[in-house]
């Protein structure tokens, strides 16, 4: 990484940088529909790329202004709008518009994004990843709360080996040291580097999808469901940095 500007948390990257980014996003990409069409074949996996501007009134209450990189409002009909701190609202609109309007769209439903977010990151150290500006690589998959499967907890260790085969160093699976409030649990895929353990990737079972699903049997009424997603959130900068520190072994 080259860090050009003299700021910290911004870094130019380099084309072989580059396309082992695309790499990743392709290879994990592949195995992750792989995993839940192995569990259950009715997965349908799909992509979407969305904005990196949004409405501010999309992002999560968790964020305030202290975080994130909002729009000055030139006027008092401008729309408020913020450079997206992550990709899950705008992959939550697109699937409620799959599904609103797609009558053969159904769960469970895997819809992906890999782009850029920027965070109001603390001043940090280069090292330690904590870019303003990141790339992220964001499995929203969602299923019904009745599901008879616990894909969050068969996902954890095929997720771990898919990481480990492309980075090539320590890997291990903990529990997150922060629980969001829209996730029942969450653990963290972190990469021994040797300065630390760093975080690499979240696996969370979100609950914060915003409709019910409503399902329509052959015979009978309709019927709804709540619905739960099994979000699988890779940091690609984290892993290009710690591939590079392996292959420089």
Request: proline share 7%; aromatic share 6%.
């Given at each position: 990484m080259l860090n050009l500007y003299h700021v910290n948390s911004l870094v130019h990257w380099e084309e072989r940088e580059i396309h082992l980014r695309d790499h990743m996003i392709g290879f994990f990409s592949q195995e992750v529909g792989r995993f839940l069409k192995s569990v259950n074949p009715a997965w349908?996996?799909?992509r979407v790329?969305?904005?990196?501007?949004?409405?501010l009134e999309m992002v999560s209450s968790a964020y305030s202004n202290v975080d994130i990189w909002v729009q000055e409002q030139l006027s008092a009909g401008d729309t408020a709008l913020v450079l997206r701190p992550e990709t899950t609202p705008s992959t939550y609109a697109y699937?409620?518009?799959?599904?609103?309007?797609?009558?053969?769209?159904?769960?469970?439903?895997?819809?992906?994004?890999a782009g850029r977010s920027y965070?109001?990151?603390q001043e940090q150290a280069t090292k330690h990843i904590r870019l303003k500006e990141f790339w992220q690589l964001e499995f929203q998959c969602a299923f019904t709360t009745d599901s008879g499967n616990d894909y969050h907890a068969a996902c954890l260790e095929p997720v771990r080996r898919m990481i480990a085969s492309l980075?090539?160093?320590?890997?291990?699976?903990?529990?997150?040291d922060r629980l969001p409030a829209y996730s029942e649990v969450t653990m963290d895929i972190e990469v021994d580097n040797g300065d630390k353990w760093m975080e690499v990737c979240s696996i969370s079972r979100r609950t914060d999808f915003p409709q019910r699903y409503r399902s329509q049997p052959k015979k009978g009424p309709?019927?709804?469901?709540?619905?739960?997603?099994?979000?699988?959130?890779?940091?690609?900068?984290?892993?290009?940095?710690?591939?590079?520190?392996?292959?420089?072994?």
């Open positions: 349908d996996v799909r790329e969305a904005p990196a501007l949004m409405p699937m409620q518009y799959i599904l609103g309007n797609h009558s053969k769209t159904r769960l469970p439903l895997c819809v992906w994004q965070r109001r990151e980075i090539h160093l320590p890997t291990r699976i903990v529990p997150s309709a019927v709804d469901h709540g619905v739960l997603v099994l979000e699988i959130a890779i940091g690609l900068d984290r892993c290009v940095y710690n591939w590079g520190i392996a292959a420089d072994r």
